[in-house]
T-cell receptor, first 113, second 110 residues
Framework: DTAVSQTPKYLVTQMGNDKSIKCEQNLGHDTMYWYKQDSKKFLKIMFSYNNKELIINETVPNRFSPKSPDKAHLNLHINSLELGDSAVYFC????????????FGSGTRLTVV | GENVEQHPSTLSVQEGDSAVIKCTYSDSASNYFPWYKQELGKRPQLIIDIRSNVGEKKDQRIAVTLNKTAKHFSLHITETQPEDSAVYFCAASDSNRLAFGKGNQVVVIP
């Protein structure tokens, strides 16, 4: 059983399109995150939800909108995709109360052409 | 917010030698310090962590040390093997989020 699963694994799309990435965790964690990893490998936090409530919203363009229907799911929708959005997007989860490390999903490699 | 600095950015070592990666953090409220290993094309995976009430922790060939006063922590890998080649990230956390360093590319030369 995969603990944190993301779909799709690869996404190639044209500029201007709208796309979504889905994330699900079966660890019973209460907090989920989206990170963007650029070509230089830097992991930059984008959003965090705790029990469906948005708790972290970094300086991210409005074209990015997270949605958490329940604490086991955190999806990322991106409107009007741009070339600079090309990156690997990682979902992660943790149990905020115990303050342990994240468990990462396998990543979604987004390529905008 | 928390700022984590990590050096060096790349490190090449001969197989069997030791590798040390150092990180500093800025927020004295941070109390949890994990290390992640990311192999090419894969997800970051937790390899070892330490809490602020502990100065050192060891797990086989990997050890982490923490100096709270100086706000720095280090990862030590002994008897390096080719499979240790990866990008290593340090991170520091309060209860809300992990702030990551920029990563360190470790290359173990056979």
């Amino acid at each position: 059983d995969t603990a944190v699963s993301q779909t799709p694994k690869y996404l190639v799309t044209q500029m201007g399109n709208d796309k979504s990435i889905k994330c699900e965790q079966n660890l019973g964690h209460d907090t989920m995150y989206w990170y963007k990893q650029d070509s230089k490998k830097f992991l930059k936090i984008m959003f965090s939800y705790n029990n469906k409530e948005l708790i972290i919203n970094e300086t991210v363009p409005n074209r990015f909108s997270p949605k958490s229907p329940d604490k086991a799911h955190l999806n990322l929708h991106i409107n009007s995709l741009e070339l600079g959005d090309s990156a690997v997007y990682f979902c992660a989860s943790r149990d905020r109360g115990t303050n342990y490390g994240y468990t990462f999903g396998s990543g979604t490699r987004l390529t905008v052409v | 917010g928390e700022n984590v600095e990590q050096h060096p950015s790349t490190l090449s070592v001969q197989e069997g030698d030791s590798a040390v990666i150092k990180c500093t953090y800025s927020d004295s409220a941070s109390n949890y310090f994990p290390w992640y290993k990311q192999e090419l094309g894969k997800r970051p995976q937790l390899i070892i962590d330490i809490r602020s009430n502990v100065g050192e922790k060891k797990d086989q060939r990997i050890a982490v040390t923490l100096n709270k006063t100086a706000k720095h922590f280090s990862l030590h890998i002994t008897e390096t093997q080719p499979e240790d080649s990866a990008v290593y990230f340090c991170a520091a956390s309060d209860s809300n989020r992990l702030a990551f360093g920029k990563g360190n590319q470790v290359v173990v030369i056979p």
